[in-house]
T-cell receptor, first 110, second 114 residues
């Protein structure tokens, strides 16, 4: 079983739609969680950290479910510019080694 | 202007040659990481360093080597022993902080070996 798993998609949605991605992790000792956005042929960029109580940044909402060992990202009112690959990252162990999921591709169309 | 600089952006080499990818940072971060990304794949950890003069193997260290002689620099050498070196290489840093801080990435080096 992979340590961090994501549905690769692609998720193909119209502008204005709400879309949600999940990411499951296998190590119950994982301590910190993040969502990154990666555009084609570019480096990943931090989208948001994920906090236990859930957190929101504009149209983006991240949640953590420790009991079921998954994190989620909700995007409301999708824009064309949201088209990208979304990577989840889980930090585990005393050294907080970051482990990446393979990413979920989102395509927002007019 | 703070950040992480990877150079060169594109690198072409012949099979059998060693090549060194540069990663320099002025964020004063202790931890530095090298990841490899293949098309349609996630990032896989090659090596990481938590402190100067110390580094650890990641999941796919075979055929690679690193050094960490200065806090600012963490060069990666792709040796001829790496069977399939063509990939997108990403250097990242991380500052301290309880629970683990997020990674910050350089722009990457795209290596093509023929």
């Amino acid at each position: 079983r992979k340590e961090v798993e994501q549905d690769p998609g692609p998720f193909n949605v119209p502008e204005g739609a709400t879309v949600a991605f999940n990411c499951t992790y296998s190590n119950s000792a994982s301590q910190s969680f993040f969502w990154y956005r990666q555009d084609c042929r570019k480096e990943p960029k931090l989208l948001m950290s994920v906090y236990s109580s859930g957190n929101e940044d504009g149209r983006f909402t991240a949640q953590l479910n420790r009991a079921s060992q998954y994190i989620s990202l909700l995007i409301r009112d999708s824009k064309l510019s949201d088209s990208a690959t979304y990577l989840c990252v889980v930090n585990t162990g005393g050294s907080y080694i970051p482990t990446f999921g393979r990413g979920t591709s989102l395509i927002v169309h007019p | 202007d703070g950040g992480i600089t990877q150079s060169p952006k594109y690198l072409f080499r012949k099979e059998g040659q060693n090549v060194t990818l540069s990663c320099e940072q002025n964020l004063n971060h202790d931890a530095m990481y090298w990841y490899r990304q293949d098309p349609g794949q996630g990032l896989r950890l090659i090596y990481y360093s938590q402190i100067v003069n110390d580094f650890q193997k990641g999941d796919i260290a075979e055929g690679y080597s690193v050094s960490r002689e200065k806090k600012e620099s963490f060069p990666l050498t792709v040796t001829s022993a790496q069977k399939n070196p063509t990939a997108f290489y990403l250097c990242a840093t991380r500052g301290g902080g309880r629970g683990g801080s997020p990674l910050h990435f350089g722009n990457g080096t795209r290596l093509t070996v023929t």
